[in-house]
């Protein structure tokens, strides 16, 4: 880590994604990977057959600074991004398949993760630890394993213990939970009104459990809780709900990764405002499905932001640290 200039260790904190089943030449893509991205998300339209996932993330890895995180939202159900290879859905989604029983849910389990292994993915946006409290609820719904907090407690806990037998990076989400809102983050920012003993009893009580067993990652959601924080801001970028509810509240000492950063949920700030106000609330790794000029140019000012002493350099170096932690927990680097 101390090789890394600031601007690198700015970019081993981004995800990014990219347009095409092909790797980008000559883009701003392929100069934040030179740079030192974190990591690559992969959606649907980049997976056309197991060959050519293959191939794409062998050509991802040589141009790489650093070793990285190959991640999906592969849940089974509505959001899987194999739907190329298989001509379709091939899984369940959550509440279905542990419906059918635990040991079904395992054996799911166990399959997504040996196809996600064998195409050289290494990090699952997994499990979905929301309790779907409001059955209306446009984005949970089925994606949830219950309206139960128990029940999601159990399957979740089958489903984190399953991935790390294949070497598959969990990340649970979406951390304090979205299973109350009545919106969906990715077109607007829900709002969730529960008074903190209720969100801890019933929607952090997942979080919590997951904590425990060791969950190597978790998502923040683009969500606000105002009786979590007075200001309004999404748990993504609250310092009230990263820091001092799950780093020091709950212990969690894994990498906090934000929900996707394009998502409308956090429209109402630049995003160097949202991405300044995360890193000093703790949050460690951004989601930017969009690699342009515009992400490309955000690190520059994050870099020269930090370099100004309006972002912590200590929470930098922590992230990486971090970062770099995991990688060589699961043999990445």
Avoid at 107 to 119: C, G, H, N, R, V
Avoid at 158 to 172: D, F, M, P, Q
Wanted: hydrophobic share 35%.
């Amino acid at each position: 880590m101390k090789k890394l200039t600031l601007k690198e260790k700015i970019a081993q904190m981004f995800i990014i994604g990219f347009e095409g089943d092909k790797m980008p030449s000559n883009t701003y893509f392929n100069k934040i990977l030179e740079l030192g991205a974190g990591g690559v998300i992969f959606f649907t339209q980049n997976i056309k057959s197991e060959k050519q996932i293959k191939s794409l993330i062998s050509e991802i890895e040589k141009n790489a600074l650093i070793p990285m995180f190959y991640s999906i939202d592969q849940e089974g159900g509505r959001v899987e991004r194999t739907e190329n290879i298989h001509n379709g859905k091939k899984y369940l989604s959550a509440k279905n398949a542990y419906e059918m029983g635990i040991s079904y849910l395992q054996d799911q389990t166990k399959q997504i993760a040996l196809e996600l292994k064998s195409y050289g993915i290494n990090m699952n946006f997994a499990p979905v630890l929301d309790v779907n409290t409001n059955e209306n609820n446009p984005v949970i719904n089925e994606r949830a394993f219950s309206s139960n907090t128990l029940d999601v407690i159990n399957a979740s806990k089958v489903v984190i213990r399953e991935y790390e037998k294949y070497g598959i990076i969990t990340v649970g989400k979406h951390f304090p939970g979205h299973g109350a809102s009545n919106s969906d983050s990715h077109k607007t920012l829900p709002i969730i009104d529960l008074a903190k003993s209720k969100l801890k009893e019933v929607h952090i009580k997942p979080f919590e459990e997951a904590i425990k067993i060791g969950i190597p990652a978790i998502m923040a959601a683009h969500v606000s809780y105002p009786n979590l924080d007075t200001t309004m801001k999404p748990a993504s970028i609250s310092e009230k709900i990263i820091k001092e509810l799950l780093i020091n509240e709950l212990n969690f000492k894994g990498v906090i990764i934000t929900d996707d950063m394009e998502m409308n949920g956090i429209k109402n700030y630049t995003r160097l405002e949202a991405c300044t106000y995360a890193v000093n609330a703790g949050v460690n790794m951004f989601i930017f499905r969009n690699s342009n000029k515009d992400i490309y140019e955000l690190i520059n000012q994050l870099t020269t932001e930090t370099e100004k002493g309006n972002i912590s350099e200590d929470k930098i170096n922590e992230s990486v640290s971090k970062i770099f932690d995991l990688k060589c927990r699961y043999n990445i680097m």
